[in-house]
Nanobody, 128 residues
Framework: QVQLVESGGGLAQAGDSLRLSCAAT???????????MGWFRQVPGKEREFVAA????????YYADSVKNRFTISRDNAKKTVYLQMDNLKAEDTAVYYC??????????????????WGQGTQVTVSS
């Protein structure tokens, strides 16, 4: 069974920090280091939007303009885990955050449909 399990969401105040984690389990992720990993977020009534992504080695990282210089994506291939460090949170960061995996570890994409596996999501709520 292939699973991506997010954790670390919760309530925060504007200016606070949270760190999201996404752990990969299952046979498909025996080669976790070959996957391109991304974080997306979604609010009710809106499309899922790209937040950040990281290449298989961690050498390339990409961010949405709205989170650049506030969020940091990283990965630990030995632990099969990807992280999203969120600093200086704003009320507009409130959303359900999803972890996603793409088999082609070198292909960068901001399009949700390009990703092959998804987590169940974790809620982040930021009060102003």
């Amino acid at each position: 069974q292939v699973q991506l399990v997010e954790s670390g969401g919760g309530l925060a105040q504007a200016g606070d920090s949270l760190r999201l984690s996404c752990a990969a389990t299952g046979r498909a992720f025996s080669s976790f280091s070959s996957y391109f990993m991304g974080w997306f977020r979604q609010v009710p009534g809106k499309e899922r939007e790209f937040v950040a992504a990281i290449s298989w080695s961690g050498g390339s990282r990409y961010y949405a303009d709205s989170v650049k210089n506030r969020f940091t994506i990283s990965r630990d291939n030995a632990k099969k885990t990807v992280y999203l460090q969120m600093d200086n949170l704003k009320a507009e960061d409130t959303a359900v955050y999803y972890c996603a995996a793409e088999r082609d570890g070198s292909r960068y994409s901001r399009t949700p449909t390009d990703y092959d596996f998804w987590g169940q999501g974790t809620q982040v709520t930021v009060s102003s």
